[in-house]
């Protein structure tokens, strides 16, 4: 089964590539990797959310916004390469925007790499870094990055 069926059989459609904010590009490939961008959680041009976990957003709900970030990223993958060329996810990046003395960062990150692991399975395990951060781009909760190995 290749990985677009595997979405198709999830329920799952990828969005379209998000426009930078700056002076950037969604993702990059570099020999048989492509790195993308750090992805916040937009749904048709809007965000989400925005405020900083443990205050204005709740763990649970920026779980949510990483899993919708994580797609963004998918998405730019896709339109850089197509998502049938993921080899292998191989790194994924969380920020996470922190209220002071939030300290569950790599549960908020689990959104993203829990629905790798729907997506591609095994292939979908990765190396991870979970960061809290002071602020994020448009006072965005998450911010996703992701480096796939591809055809």
């Known amino acids: 089964m290749s990985w677009s069926e595997r979405l198709t059989e999830l329920g799952i459609e990828l969005p379209g590539v998000a426009a930078p904010l700056a002076a950037y590009v969604p993702?990059?490939?570099t020999g048989?990797?492509?790195?993308?961008a750090g992805q916040l959680p937009f749904v048709q041009g809007e965000l989400e959310a925005t405020g900083k976990v443990g205050a204005e957003v709740s763990p649970?709900?920026?779980?949510r916004h990483a899993r919708t970030a994580v797609l963004n990223a998918l998405a730019a993958v896709d339109a850089l390469v197509?998502?049938?060329?993921?080899?292998?996810?191989?790194?994924v990046v969380g920020?996470?925007?922190s209220a002071e003395?939030?300290?569950g960062q790599p549960a908020v990150?689990?959104?993203?790499?829990?629905?790798?692991?729907e997506i591609f399975g095994e292939q979908g395990r990765h190396a991870r870094s979970a960061v809290g951060v002071s602020e994020l781009p448009?006072?965005?909760p998450v911010e996703i990055e992701l480096i796939a190995e591809v055809r």
């Open 27 to 29: 993702a990059v490939r």
């Open 32 to 36: 048989s990797q492509v790195y993308t």
């Open 60 to 63: 649970e709900e920026a779980k």
């Open 82 to 91: 197509g998502i049938d060329s993921v080899i292998r996810i191989v790194k």
């Open 95 to 97: 920020f996470v925007a």
């Open 101 to 103: 003395g939030f300290t």
């Open 109 to 117: 990150v689990n959104g993203a790499s829990e629905l790798l692991g």
């Open 138 to 140: 448009l006072s965005a």
